[in-house]
């Protein structure tokens, strides 16, 4: 079964960190890039970062740049972002979303969330 | 960077089309035509239905169409049904390996 599934997400003091994991099944992993988006409870979606297919580079929005941190490890088929320095507007449920003929995301996960709270 | 424009809300009633606009700038909607539409249900993950503008992805139903004209793209759905009732968001590439979306638009279907 082609899908994305994101874990790690749970309540977390500012400024403290946190990681999340995508685990990927179904397709190869390792062709293509992977994005990260969240959604503040009853608000938008929000581009956060990006890693490319092999890892060599990542791309993160302002509102993150950093304090976020992707990598991945593809012999795992696994996707990580770690959260730094957390703030009460990250908290979010975050999905990770494969990219597609580059400027697309066709497989979301069901994303996981995050609430930053003390 | 502020997210693209697109309004609150939008209904119609069954059978009816609506229209969803998305407004950016020379600098991501403007730029380029890599254009994009996501449908979210309540609960749910988005779901791809519009890419390049105005193509759709397989098994995406051709009662949905975009299109776009200078810094404003648009998402029309046709034939209303009460499945199609959802948020709709509309998102571009913006540059430097960055992207944004829109401030996502409510459709009720009467």
């Known amino acids: 079964q082609v899908q994305l599934v994101e874990s790690g997400g749970g309540v977390v003091q500012p400024g403290k960190s946190l990681r999340l994991s995508c685990a990927a099944s179904?397709?190869?992993?390792?062709?293509?890039?992977i994005h990260w988006v969240r959604q503040a409870p009853g608000k938008g979606l929000e581009w956060v970062a990006v890693?490319?297919?092999?890892?060599?580079?990542?791309y993160y929005a302002d509102s993150v740049k950093g304090r976020f941190t992707l990598s991945r490890d593809n012999s795992k088929n696994t996707l990580f972002l770690q959260m730094n320095s957390l703030r009460a507007e990250d908290t979010a449920v975050y999905y990770c979303?494969?990219?597609?003929?580059?400027?697309?995301?066709?497989?979301w996960g069901r994303g996981t969330l995050v609430t930053v709270s003390s | 960077q502020s997210a693209l424009t697109q309004p609150a809300s939008v209904s119609g009633s069954p059978g009816q089309s609506i229209t969803i606009s998305c407004t950016g700038t020379?600098?991501?909607?403007?730029?380029?035509?890599?254009v994009s539409w996501y449908q979210q249900h309540p609960g749910k993950a988005p779901k791809l239905m519009i890419y390049?503008?105005?193509k759709r992805p397989s098994g995406v139903s051709n009662r949905f169409s975009g299109s776009k004209t200078g810094n404003t793209a648009s998402l029309t759905i046709s034939g209303l049904q009460a499945e199609d009732e959802a948020d709709y968001y509309c998102?571009?590439?913006?540059?430097?390996?960055?992207?944004?979306f829109g401030g996502g638009t409510k459709l009720t279907v009467l």
């Open positions: 979303a494969r990219e597609w003929t580059y400027w697309y995301f066709d497989l």
């Open positions: 179904g397709f190869t992993f390792s062709n293509y890039a």
């Open positions: 890693i490319s297919d092999d890892g060599t580079n990542k």
């Open positions: 020379s600098s991501d909607v403007g730029s380029n035509n890599f």
């Open positions: 390049e503008g105005s």
């Open positions: 998102c571009s590439f913006a540059g430097s390996s960055t992207w944004i």
